[in-house]
C-alpha cells in the first residue's frame, strides 16, 4: 500500500515540472487576406436614340383654333428644341439625332429659302446625320428652276449648296453614278458615318427609296441609280463593323405603318406587306441593325420588326420619337431585352389638361379645352428662344406672300381624298383643264398637299395645297394612248388620279386590270385615232408617278413640257381664278365610278411622303 502511495506522488510531481517547464515560441501564423467588399455590377450604358423624318420645311408651328376660342400649338423648331434639351439633360452626352429623311419642300418658308432655313434649324439643334429623301431632289438646279432649262444647270445644284451649308452628314448608301455604277463623289462619304457616344463607337447607315425617280422631278435624278435597299444596307453595315462600330444604327427614307403604339411587340396591325422596311429588316442577317429610325410612308410605328425597334412619325414635325438602347458595359452590345421604344410623341408647349396632348384632330369634338404648360421627363418644355430668332428672318420674308389674300373665297371647305375622287381634286382638275384650254386633264392625288378650308382665300392657301414647282405640260394623245395612259395611272396602286374632261370606270381593288374603261365627261366614247389635249403637271408628263410605260413611246413632239408658259401651275390657276371672278364651288362628284364585285382589298401601300404622295 505504501509502495502504491509513493508511485501516486511520483506521477504528480512529473505531470507538475512538465507544465512549469519553459515551452518553445510557436510558428508565426500568417493573416487571413482581407475579402474585398461586394460591389454590385455596372450598370448598362444607355444610348437615346431621337427621330424625327419628312420635316417638308415646317419650322414653325401649326396653330388650330378649336370651341370655344382656345388655339392649340402642334409642332415647331423652337419647341422641338425644347424637347431635345430634356432628352439630353435625361442622357448627358447619350444622346443621337437623326432625320429619315424628306427634310424640305412643302411650305413656303422652305420652298423660298430652298431648304437653308431648314439647315440652319438642325445646324443649331445638333442633328447627328439625315437620310436623303425623294424630296431633297425637288428644287434642282440653284435658284427658281426647278429642273434644268440652260445649259450649265445643274440638277443636283441646290441639293449640293444645302449639303455644303450643313454641319452633318447627308447619308445615302443605295446611291450611284447611273453611267459609272460609282458612289457620286458629291456625297462625300460611302453612306455611313462613325461616331462615339459616351465611349461607344456608333455607326450610322443612310438609305434612299428606291422609289425616288417616280417621287421627285425625274428629270433632277436621271445621272444617278438608286440600288436595292437591304444589300446596300448590309455592305454598309459590314463596312462600319469592320471600322470598329460596336453598335450600327439605321436611318431610312423607307418605311411602313403599323398605327397602333400600345404594344410594340404585337405586329398585327402592322401592314407586313406593303412597304420597305418590313422588307429590309426580313432580308437582313440578325445582328445588322440594332435600330432604325425611318420615313417616306408618313405613318407611326414604334415595334420590334425582325427584332430591330423601328420608329417612324406621321411627319411635317407635329411628333417624334425615341429609342432607349441599353448596353453591356464591358462588350457594348446592345442589350435588346432591355430597349425602349417611345413612339408618336407630340410637340407641345402646352396640353390639354385632361387628354395631355396638343393634337388638335384628337381635341377637335372634345367639350372643353384647358390648357397648361407641357412637361417631358419630369421638367417643363421650354420653346429655344435662339431658334426663333434664327427663323424669324425667313418667316417675315414671306409672312407678307403667306396672307396675301387673292379676291377669290371658298364658300365650302375643300377636301383630299388619296383612295377616291375628292372636291378638291375636282375643283382642281377642272381649272387646269380650263384655264389650259384642253379637253382633259389630270391631277396626281399626292400633288395635293393640303385641304382648303372656307373663307377668303390667301396665296399661302394655295401654297400649301401645291407647293410643287410644277409647270403646266400639255399632252397630245390619241384615244388609245389616252386609254393605255389611264390603265397606267390607275393599274396596281390605290391612289386615284382627279381627272377633269372624262368620266372613269374602276374595279374598286387595285390590280392590273383596275381600269375598266373611260368615255367623254358627256358620256360620249374616246375616238382611237383622234387627238386629245391633255393638260397634267409636268411631273407627271416627265414619267413620274409611274407614268413612264404609257409616256415613254409618245413619238416627238407630242409632249409639251410647258416651259415657255407663265409661271407655275399653281401661277396659272390663281390667274384663272381672279379672272373668273367667282367663288370656288365644289363641283358634283360621279366622275369616277367603280364596278365591286364584293371581295376585299387585299392591303396596300399607304400614302407616303412622296408627290405619288
Request: charged share 20%.
Amino acid at each position: 500500500m505504501l509502495r502504491l502511495r509513493l508511485l501516486a506522488a511520483l506521477v504528480l510531481l512529473a505531470a507538475s515540472a512538465c507544465r512549469n517547464a519553459p515551452q518553445p515560441s510557436p510558428e508565426p501564423v500568417a493573416a487571413a487576406p482581407a475579402q474585398p467588399a461586394p460591389t454590385a455590377p455596372a450598370e448598362p450604358l444607355r444610348l437615346t436614340v431621337v427621330g424625327l423624318n419628312d420635316l417638308h420645311g415646317w419650322v414653325a408651328p401649326v396653330r388650330t383654333s378649336l370651341k370655344g376660342g382656345v388655339e392649340v400649338q402642334e409642332g415647331g423648331a423652337a419647341t422641338l428644341a425644347g424637347y431635345l434639351a430634356r432628352l439630353r439633360a435625361d442622357n448627358p452626352g447619350g444622346v443621337v439625332f437623326l432625320d429619315g429623311g424628306d427634310l424640305f419642300q412643302g411650305t413656303l418658308v422652305s420652298n423660298l429659302t430652298e431648304g437653308s432655313v431648314v439647315i440652319d434649324v438642325y445646324n443649331h439643334l445638333g442633328l447627328t446625320a439625315a437620310a436623303i429623301g425623294n424630296h431633297e431632289f425637288d428644287y434642282g438646279p440653284v435658284g427658281p428652276g426647278a429642273v434644268p432649262t440652260k445649259p450649265g444647270d445643274d440638277p443636283l445644284g441646290t441639293l449640293k449648296e444645302r449639303m455644303r451649308q450643313a454641319r452633318f452628314p447627308f447619308l445615302s448608301a443605295n446611291i450611284r453614278e447611273a453611267a459609272t455604277g460609282q458612289r457620286p463623289a458629291w456625297l462625300g462619304n460611302d453612306g455611313t458615318h462613325l461616331i462615339t457616344v459616351k465611349g461607344v463607337k456608333v455607326g450610322i447607315v443612310g438609305l434612299t427609296t428606291v422609289s425616288t425617280p417616280t417621287t421627285t422631278n425625274p428629270t433632277n435624278v436621271v445621272s444617278l441609280r438608286f440600288e436595292p435597299l437591304a444589300p446596300a444596307a448590309l455592305e454598309a453595315a459590314k463596312s462600319l463593323r469592320e471600322r470598329g462600330a460596336e453598335v450600327v444604327l439605321g436611318v431610312a427614307h423607307a418605311g411602313g405603318r403599323c398605327p397602333s403604339l400600345e404594344n410594340p411587340r404585337d405586329l398585327s396591325n402592322c401592314d407586313m406587306k406593303n412597304g420597305e422596311i418590313y422588307g429590309i429588316l426580313e432580308e437582313l442577317p440578325p445582328g445588322t441593325l440594332d435600330a432604325m429610325v425611318a420615313g417616306h410612308t408618313h405613318q407611326a410605328m414604334g415595334h420590334f420588326i425582325h427584332g430591330v425597334p423601328v420608329i417612324e412619325t406621321y411627319g411635317l414635325g407635329r411628333s417624334f420619337g425615341y429609342l432607349e438602347l441599353f448596353l453591356d458595359p464591358v462588350s457594348h452590345k446592345v442589350l435588346p431585352d432591355r430597349t425602349q421604344i417611345h413612339a408618336g410623341i407630340p410637340l407641345c408647349t402646352q396640353v390639354d389638361v385632361t387628354s395631355k396632348t396638343c393634337e388638335a384632330r384628337k381635341l377637335r369634338d372634345q367639350a372643353e379645352v384647358r390648357l397648361e404648360p407641357a412637361t417631358f421627363l419630369g421638367g417643363p418644355v421650354v420653346p429655344d428662344a435662339a431658334v426663333q430668332e434664327l427663323i424669324a428672318p425667313a418667316l417675315a420674308r414671306v409672312e407678307v406672300e403667306q396672307h396675301r389674300e387673292l379676291g377669290v373665297t371658298v364658300p365650302v371647305a375643300l377636301k383630299r381624298d388619296y383612295q377616291g375622287e375628292s372636291a378638291l381634286g375636282s375643283l382642281l382638275s377642272d381649272s387646269l383643264r380650263e384655264a389650259a384650254a384642253v379637253d382633259v386633264a389630270m391631277m396626281n392625288p399626292g400633288g395635293l398637299r393640303a385641304d382648303l378650308d372656307a373663307g377668303p382665300l390667301s396665296f399661302g392657301d394655295v401654297y400649301e395645297v401645291l407647293p410643287f414647282e410644277n409647270t403646266v405640260a400639255i399632252l397630245t394623245l390619241s384615244g388609245d394612248e389616252l386609254k393605255r395612259l389611264l390603265r397606267v395611272a390607275y393599274g396596281e396602286k390605290k391612289s386615284v388620279f382627279q381627272v377633269s374632261g372624262l368620266k372613269v370606270t374602276l374595279a374598286r381593288c387595285p390590280g392590273p386590270d383596275r381600269f375598266q374603261g373611260a368615255t367623254l365627261a358627256n358620256g360620249k366614247p374616246l375616238v382611237p385615232a383622234k387627238l386629245y389635249r391633255v393638260a397634267m403637271p409636268d411631273f407627271l408628263a416627265r414619267g413620274g408617278d409611274g407614268l413612264s410605260p404609257a409616256l415613254d413611246p409618245l413619238p416627238p413632239g407630242r409632249v409639251d413640257l410647258g416651259q415657255a408658259r407663265p409661271g407655275t401651275l399653281r401661277d396659272e390657276l390663281i390667274a384663272y381664278w381672279q379672272g373668273r371672278k367667282a367663288p370656288l364651288a365644289a363641283p358634283n362628284l360621279g366622275r369616277i365610278t367603280y364596278v365591286d364585285n364584293g371581295a376585299p382589298c387585299a392591303p396596300s401601300q399607304p400614302p407616303s411622303g412622296g408627290r405619288t404622295p
